[in-house]
């Protein structure tokens, strides 16, 4: 088990950056891919980014490609996401998600359905 709580969100101009920050609970923190969703309202969660148990591959949706970077403190039990040239079409509230994974291989996950454990969501919004 291992429970997620975000921070960081907040309202920023287009241009802006903002770091999302996501702690975990638990002993076993370094064995979970991790990954960063979003959901505007009226729309269905989507993928913004992933990253591996050791932290040593990650992968974006093309929306935030070369804008976003995702990383992990396993010491630190957290997970972020560094926004930069932040836009309106960015604004959702932003959720990170956990799973166990292999830590043989270098594994990360794309879809909700594939994240046992969720965070409550921060809001981000972009102005214009």
């Known amino acids: 088990q291992v429970q997620l709580v975000e921070s960081g969100g907040g309202l920023v101009q287009a241009g802006g950056s903002l770091r999302l920050s996501c702690a975990a609970s638990?002993?076993?923190?370094?064995?979970?891919?991790l990954g960063w969703f979003r959901q505007a309202p009226g729309k269905e969660r989507e993928f913004v980014a992933a990253?591996?148990?050791?932290?040593?591959?990650?992968y974006y949706a093309d929306s935030v490609k070369g804008r976003f970077t995702v990383s992990r403190d396993n010491a630190k039990n957290t997970v972020y996401l560094q926004m930069n040239s932040l836009k309106p079409e960015d604004t959702a509230v932003y959720y990170c998600?956990?799973?166990?994974?292999?830590?043989?291989?270098?594994?990360?996950?794309?879809?909700?359905?594939?994240?046992?454990?969720w965070g409550q969501g921060t809001q981000v919004t972009v102005s214009s």
């Open positions: 998600a956990a799973r166990t994974t292999y830590t043989s291989g270098s594994y990360y996950y794309t879809t909700p359905i594939e994240y046992s454990y």
């Open positions: 638990g002993r076993t923190f370094s064995r979970y891919a």
């Open positions: 990253i591996t148990w050791s932290g040593g591959s990650t």
